[in-house]
C-alpha cells in the first residue's frame, strides 16, 4: 500500500519577512496558516523539501538536481542560522536510488540554504528541527534549466522511492509563481552581498509591475487538474510569460509528481506587489493521524 504523503506547495518572498507588521498578503498568510495546521495533523514522519537557490549554494557549479546529506540555513534579515536534521542515511539511500534510475545528482553535505527552504520550514513547521527534512535542491536560477518533462520525472523517481518506505511524508515545493527578481534578472553568478541588495534596491520598482496573474492562475488550474503536459508547457515558457523568479514552479511540478500525481488543490491566490510576487498557497488531499482527529 503506498504510504500517507501530504503535498504542500508554497510562495515564499523576502518581502514577507521584511513585513514585520504584516500589513501585505493577509489572504496569502491565512492560507499559510491553514496548510500549517493541516500539516500539523498530518503529522508527517519526515519532509522532502524540493527548493531553488539564489545563486548562494551553487554558483561556480550548478547542479540540475541535488540531494542534501547535511545543510544549514544561512543567516538572513531576523533570522539567525540555525541547523536542519536531516536525516544523512535515507538521503544517501534516495542519492543511490537516484543514480540508479538515470539522475546524476550532485551530493552535498553540509551545505548552506537560504529563504528557499528556511521560509517554508518555519512557515510550515514551526522550527528548523522541528521535523527531520531532505533538501532537494532544483536548479531554477541558472542556466541551462532543466526541462518541465525532466523536473516531472525527477519528481516521479523521488515519489517511487517514498513508495518502498512506510514513513509518512510532507513533500513541499517552494517558490514562485510570476515575479521578476531584480538579482536574478541580471546575468551574473558572483553577487556579493552588497551588490545583491544594491540591484534588489535600484530595480524594485519596476519589478513590482511584473507579477502576472494569467500564467498564475494557469499554473494553479494546471496542478488543481494534476495536468502533466501543461504544467511542463508552463515550466518550459515560465521566465518568457512570467519572469525569472517564475521558473521556481519547477519545485510545484516536481513536488506534486513525488506526491503521486495527485491534484494539489489552490487554497489561495494573491498577486503582492510589495513583495514583488503572485502568492499562492496549494495542497493535496491527505490522511491525518487517527490520534488527532
Known sequence: MTPD????CASHSPGKERDVEERFGQNFRAALAAAAEEVRRF?????????????RAFRHVVPAFAVALSA??????RHRAGELAV????????????LSAGFDIAVCRDIGLDHAFAQPIRDLLGELDTKPVIPLPVNCATAPLPTGRRVADFGAAVGQFLDEHTQRVLVIGTGGLSHSPPSLEVDTYDLSDEDRARIITEGMAEARTKIRPDWDTDVLQAMSTWNTSALIDLVDTAHSRAGAGANEVRTW?????????????????????????????ATSASNPRPDLE
Not at 87 to 98: F, H, I, K, Q, R
Open 5 to 8: 504523503r501530504l503535498v504542500v
Open 43 to 55: 503529522d508527517p514522519d519526515v519532509v522532502v523539501l524540493f527548493g531553488g537557490d539564489h545563486r
Open 253 to 281: 511540478l516536481a513536488a506534486g509528481a513525488a506526491g503521486g500525481g495527485r491534484p494539489v488543490t489552490p487554497l489561495v491566490y494573491e498577486p503582492v506587489p510589495e513583495w514583488i510576487t503572485g502568492m499562492a498557497v
Open 72 to 77: 544549514s540555513i544561512i543567516a538572513e534579515g
Open 87 to 98: 536525516p544523512s542515511a535515507l538521503a544517501g539511500e534516495l542519492s543511490e536510488y537516484l
